[in-house]
């Protein structure tokens, strides 16, 4: 039996329903992800605002480069979140058996896409289970005729990212503390404020 004739007789039973009720479930699951990375991202932020107070600028750039990282994933996560729900809602509309197939190819193709882009072991655990769970979903593959449109998300993390969210960090810690940290300091003007900062909080 050729693929084409294999999906049309899937389709022909609950299945379909089946699919569209565990990836409904799938992207609320997501949801709360999202909003896991994103406390995650705020806790890292707040380390690393913690420790350039403190004078200690390596840690709190390593902080602010996890910061940047979770931060990044938790957008990445809502982005393909966002578009599966966009073809779950294509697909509990759609009335052909084409249309149908190349959604659910859209649908394989951003979970295969997350799972590169957001590289955490919850939401590897998410895709391969609801792939386990939806056997078929490579069969969408062989019938499907060209494709719906997909997206991409970067999650890389750049210098400029973790300097923009230092400076960012500085320029808190000036209002706070009335002391102005360059955006790009030198390493011996940098020492210079971290000890005039550490010397105001003393007296305060």
Do not use: C
């Not at 951003?110 to 799972?115: D, I, S, T």
């Not at 500085?170 to 209002?175: L, R, Y």
């Not at 706070?176 to 300091?185: F, K, N, R």
């Amino acid at each position: 039996m050729g693929a084409w004739r294999k999906f049309v007789n899937w389709l022909k039973g609950a299945n379909l329903n089946d699919i569209i009720f565990k990836v409904d479930v799938f992207t609320r699951k997501l949801d709360r992800q999202r909003k896991q990375l994103e406390k995650e991202a705020r806790n890292n932020r707040t380390k690393a605002k913690k420790y350039q107070m403190d004078g200690n600028s390596d840690s709190a750039k390593l902080y602010a480069e996890h910061f940047v990282r979770y931060q990044k994933w938790a957008m990445g996560v809502d982005a393909y979140r966002l578009h599966i729900m966009n073809l779950l809602m294509k697909l509990k509309q759609s009335q052909a058996v084409a249309e149908t197939a190349k959604i659910l190819g859209g649908i394989t193709n951003a979970l295969g896409a997350l799972k590169s882009a957001v590289r955490t072991q919850n939401i590897a655990q998410l895709v391969d289970n609801i792939d386990s769970q939806i056997e078929h979903f490579e069969m969408t593959q062989e019938v499907a005729q060209g494709g719906l449109e997909e997206i991409t998300v970067s999650t890389e993390i750049k210098d400029s990212d973790v300097q923009r969210t230092m400076n960012e960090i500085n320029q808190e810690i000036a209002v706070e503390t009335g002391v102005a940290l360059p955006s790009t300091p030198t390493d011996s003007r940098i020492a210079k404020l971290e000890d005039e900062i550490r010397r105001i909080k003393e007296e305060r």
